[in-house]
């Protein structure tokens, strides 16, 4: 985007998603920084990739720094902002995403005592910087426990991933057929006779 299209965006108060990985991907970032600044609230997503918040918080942060060859801005605080407080403001709900009175009752609880998380000088900077997905321990939203000691409450994460397999068989397996002219990449998977 231009300078003149960040400040468009800006003046409406736009909700942007920053797909950080995909971005890395693909060598291209948008301006984060001057998109804050100009009036946006920046939030976090995943789009298409299987990054967990975590990777996607920290592959952010690390972009706009080598975007801007800053290695102090934006502070890890700012990119734990992007991808909790922001996130919800961006789905309107603007009583959420920090701890206080009033707020929904959401909470994150981290296993600090991790040898990649050593040393715990500073709470957010050393999650945000060395933290992983498996640190997560308890979530609970809006006052409802969704994960306990590691283990989701709410969905059976075995079936979720035994069905994604499926359709991701069946996608490909329709693709090659209705198209003969594209090769079969090179270390691709079989898939079941069934697909």
């Known amino acids: 985007m231009t300078s003149e299209e960040e400040g468009i965006l800006g003046r409406h108060r736009v909700n942007v998603a920053f797909n950080s990985a995909i971005a890395a991907r693909r060598g291209l970032s948008p301006r984060v920084c001057e998109l804050v600044d100009a009036g946006c609230n920046v939030g976090m997503g995943s789009d298409n990739m299987a990054e967990d918040m975590v990777e996607v918080m920290r592959t952010g942060l690390f972009m706009e720094r080598v975007r801007r060859r800053d290695g102090r801005n934006p502070t890890p605080e700012e990119a734990l902002r992007w991808a909790t407080r922001n996130g919800y403001r961006a789905m309107g709900v603007p009583q959420a995403g920090w701890l206080a009175e009033g707020n929904l009752a959401d909470l994150i609880m981290i296993r600090v005592d991790r040898a990649h998380l050593a040393p715990f000088l500073r709470a957010v900077s050393?999650?945000?910087?060395?933290?992983?997905?498996?640190?997560?321990?308890?979530?609970?939203?809006?006052?409802?426990?969704?994960?306990?000691?590691?283990?989701?409450?709410?969905?059976?994460?075995?079936?979720?991933?035994?069905?994604?397999?499926?359709?991701?068989?069946?996608?490909w397996s329709r693709l090659f057929a209705e198209n003969p002219q594209y090769e079969r990449p090179a270390g691709l998977r079989p898939f079941p006779a069934s697909s």
């Open 126 to 171: 050393v999650f945000v910087h060395q933290g992983q997905a498996s640190d997560v321990e308890d979530v609970m939203v809006d006052g409802r426990w969704i994960m306990r000691e590691g283990k989701v409450l709410t969905l059976d994460e075995a079936k979720v991933i035994r069905e994604a397999e499926e359709i991701a068989d069946r996608a």
